[in-house]
């Protein structure tokens, strides 16, 4: 088969996973030689310098034909219908804090498929599944799936008590090749979780590694472990992070503190029933104790008590206030550093009042489990709030690097337009559009 045939046959597999094929027609028809993605090119490593002030991830981010990888035995390949914008994307696209390329040539020593010149991103998908390798036992072609990003090796030992300890952990689409901003794209079967039926396919896409990573801070049994009554201190808290944060403290009877950076944003998050709002740019000085007492003293005037938990992953900015904040014998779990790596925090009140740092990375698969389970039963809602077409990755990128989003950004990839893939109506019309669709409605 020429290439120009294999391109056309890849047009109709794309277009029978769009129409709900069945599996027998799905394995029939033949895969693309090559497919649409958004990728970086390792030839733009070093479109910036450190006098860059602006590193616009628009100058990497590009989007057009890629070649088309074998599945291994345990993976499958999934025909994406929607994607969505995480900050790891950003980090890759300025290649910060190292080229993703460096990851993907660590992996190819073991797995050479990864270690190309070019870097398909994305950690977040959901589709309908095409291929499945010869070991895969509980999935076919045709099944509609979303993912999760933790992409693990079964065979370490660590892996089988908690699969992010395993020494091989890798973060999909960030750490691996082959990510969900594309029209296709290669996952393990250990990712894949059932598609929620009342959700879209950009609704379904937007969840995963967010509110699995929320989840795991704050609900698993290696996070903070919140019980009812716990007032949880929460930055950004109508961000893409915050947002499944807020409905798991509601959800599991603790006491929601949103910090948010506008009066528009405060005004979602009370909407989402969040019942106290600090609007950051009320205490723009977090760099000293004045700063920190300022704020905690303001938790104490709303809740009348310390936070027993501070939900992190701002970093440098806000972590010596958030060490700070905690009550005595409570908890900072954090999970990322999206203003710095470098924190700088006063010890002795971490030390002198017996409050702990708890370091959490993504979520392992029981713990994506649970959450896609909450989120299906309709008891956790998307927070989607804008879409892109996949031709637009960079734009979609541009705007969560700019921090000018709340929720999630989503990217439309294989699915022709917005509203597709609901399958159970009455569910969606008990929940409400009003719920469903609170983000999309936030100027």
Known sequence: MTRAQAQVTGQELAQAAVAGAESAE???LEVPTVYRA??????????FDQHDQDKDVRRTLHVGEVPMPEPAEDEVLIAVMASAINYN???SATFEPVPTFAFLERFGRTDPRHDLPTHVLGSDAAGVIVRTGRAVRRWRAGDRV???????????????QDGMLAADLRAWGFETNFGGLADFAVVKATQLLPKPRHLTWEEAACNMLCASTAYRMLVGERGARMKQGDVVLLWGATGGLGGYGVQLVRNGGGIPVGVVSSREKADLLRRMGCPYVIDRSQFEDLSDEKGWRRLGAEVRRLVGEDPAIVFEHTGRETFGASVYVARRGGSVVTCGSSSGYDHTYDNRHLWMK???IIGSHGANYQECHEVNRLISLGLIHPTLSAVYPLERTGEAARAVQL?????KVGVLALA??????VEDHALRERIGEDRLRLFRTAP
Not at 38 to 47: F, I, N, Q, S
């Open 26 to 28: 799905l394995e029939r």
């Open 38 to 47: 958004a990728h970086l090119r390792k030839d733009d490593v070093g479109t």
């Open 89 to 91: 994307t950003v980090w």
């Open 146 to 160: 979303v993912t999760s990003p933790a992409y693990v090796d079964g065979e370490d030992p660590a892996g089988q």
């Open 354 to 356: 017996l409050k702990r």
């Open 403 to 407: 921090n000018r989003h709340v929720g």
């Open 416 to 421: 022709p337009g917005e509203g597709l893939g």
